[in-house]
C-alpha cells in the first residue's frame, strides 16, 4: 500500500543541472531516514546521500559538494538536487525510505524502494 513515486530525470549535458523528486503516498505512520541510490548499467546500487527525519544528511565522496539532499515532511517528499553534473552521474537513481506502518496490533519499519528514474549526462 505504500508507494514511493520518482520524477525529475532526464538528459542533461555535462555541466548542468537536474532535480529529483520522491513522493510516499498511502497509509503509513511515519517516515524515517530517506535515501537516494544510484546503479549504473553492469554495477552494484550504490548510496548517494541520505536524509533522517531530523534533517541530518550524509552523501558519498563522489557528489559532495555537487548534490543537496532535502525534505518536505509535510508533503512525504525527498528532493535531490544534482549540480555541476558529469557523465559518470550517469545512472537509474532509486528512491528509498524507511517507513512505519501499522500491521494488526503492532507497528513494522520496513523499507520501500522507487521504481526509478534515469539521468544521462552527455559529455
Known amino acids: 500500500q505504500v508507494q514511493l513515486v520518482e520524477s525529475g530525470g532526464g538528459l542533461v549535458q555535462a555541466g548542468g543541472s537536474l532535480r529529483l523528486s520522491c513522493a510516499a503516498s498511502?497509509?503509513?505512520?511515519?517516515?524515517?531516514?530517506m535515501s537516494w541510490y544510484r546503479q549504473a548499467p553492469g554495477k552494484q546500487r550504490d548510496l548517494v546521500a541520505s536524509?533522517?527525519?531530523?534533517?541530518?544528511?550524509d552523501y558519498a565522496d563522489a557528489v559532495k559538494g555537487r548534490f543537496t539532499i532535502s525534505r518536505d515532511n509535510a508533503k512525504n517528499t525527498v528532493y535531490l538536487q544534482m549540480n555541476s553534473l558529469k557523465p559518470e552521474d550517469t545512472a537509474a537513481y532509486y528512491c528509498?525510505?524507511?517507513?512505519?506502518?501499522?500491521?494488526?496490533?503492532?507497528?513494522?519499519?520496513?523499507?520501500?524502494w522507487g521504481q526509478g528514474t534515469q539521468v544521462t549526462v552527455s559529455s
Open positions: 528509498n525510505a524507511r517507513i512505519a506502518t501499522k500491521e494488526a496490533m503492532a507497528v513494522s519499519l520496513n523499507i520501500y
Open positions: 536524509i533522517t527525519s531530523g534533517g541530518n544528511t
Open positions: 498511502g497509509s503509513f505512520i511515519s517516515i524515517h531516514t
